[in-house]
């Protein structure tokens, strides 16, 4: 089984940073590509990011240039970096795994289907 935990939400000022971790657990999890999709208050959730083992990343066009990905391979933690915040960036992140290290692409990672174990969510709130 894998498990995931995510760790570092908060309440920023628009225009500052977060850094939001990824704790992971299981077995043979350091190749898998990791994610994260985020879920604002009344919406659907929505891709934000993913990276590959060896450090590909893919990016929302929303998050482009402002947030980053990164992984600890040894520690099996990944983080989103994210700057310059804005006020709709307030949502509830999810971290995620997908085993699949075949298929690849922005696309592909932005389906939920992708995605084999989930965290629960952690809270990140943006003020104007």
């Known amino acids: 089984q894998v498990h995931l935990v995510e760790s570092g939400g908060g309440l920023v000022q628009a225009g500052g940073s977060l850094r939001v971790s990824c704790a992971t657990s299981g077995r043979n999890i350091s190749t898998y590509v990791r994610g994260w999709f985020r879920q604002a208050p009344g919406k659907e959730r929505h891709f934000v990011g993913a990276?590959?083992?060896?450090?590909?990343?893919f990016y929302s066009d929303s998050v482009k240039g402002r947030f980053a990905l990164s992984r600890d391979n040894a520690k099996n933690i990944h983080y989103l970096q994210m700057n310059s915040l804005k006020p709709e960036d307030t949502a509830v992140y999810f971290c995620?795994?997908?085993?699949?290290?075949?298929?690849?692409?922005?696309?592909?990672?932005?389906?939920?289907?992708?995605?084999?174990?989930w965290g629960q969510g952690t809270q990140v709130t943006v003020s104007s």
């Open positions: 995620t795994i997908t085993m699949d290290r075949v298929h690849t692409g922005t696309t592909y990672y932005s389906y939920e289907s992708t995605w084999d174990y």
């Open positions: 990276i590959t083992w060896t450090g590909d990343t």
